[in-house]
């Protein structure tokens, strides 16, 4: 019953900045861990941020720290993804992804028991 909508993707040039969204239905984003990760063609989904507890700072992936900010809205039941400084090797499906139980990997697509569609984000000139 929980569903996962991502939006905000699209076309940037390197250096530029992208908001995603994620909007969650059918339950309280309170309720679970949010992540998100991306897809690049013939790549595994990899991990690029994600909250670790509820009430607990996020943690990013190396690639991306410093650049990206994954950040929550529980009156909107929304969970954003601010890009900045945007690399070509940023580019790839965006997946918005949420798990039950602290219990599991963080880091880990398989500890997320909902996803999204995803999001495509290009980077290039």
């Known amino acids: 019953q929980v569903q996962l909508r991502e939006s905000g993707g699209g076309l940037a040039q390197p250096g530029a900045s992208l908001t995603l969204s994620c909007d969650v239905s059918?339950?309280?984003?309170?309720?679970?861990?949010m992540g998100w990760f991306r897809q690049a063609p013939g790549l595994e989904r990899e991990f690029i941020a994600a909250?670790?507890?509820?009430?607990?700072?996020?943690v990013y992936a190396d690639s991306v720290k410093g650049r990206f900010t994954i950040s929550r809205d529980n009156a909107k039941n929304t969970v954003y993804l601010q890009m900045n400084i945007l690399k070509p090797e940023d580019t790839g499906a965006y997946y918005c992804g949420a798990r039950l139980s602290a219990s599991g990997s963080y880091n880990s697509a398989y500890s997320y028991d909902y996803w999204g569609q995803g999001t495509q984000v290009i980077v290039s000139s």
């Open positions: 059918g339950g309280a984003v309170s309720n679970y861990l």
């Open positions: 909250f670790r507890w509820s009430g607990g700072s996020p």
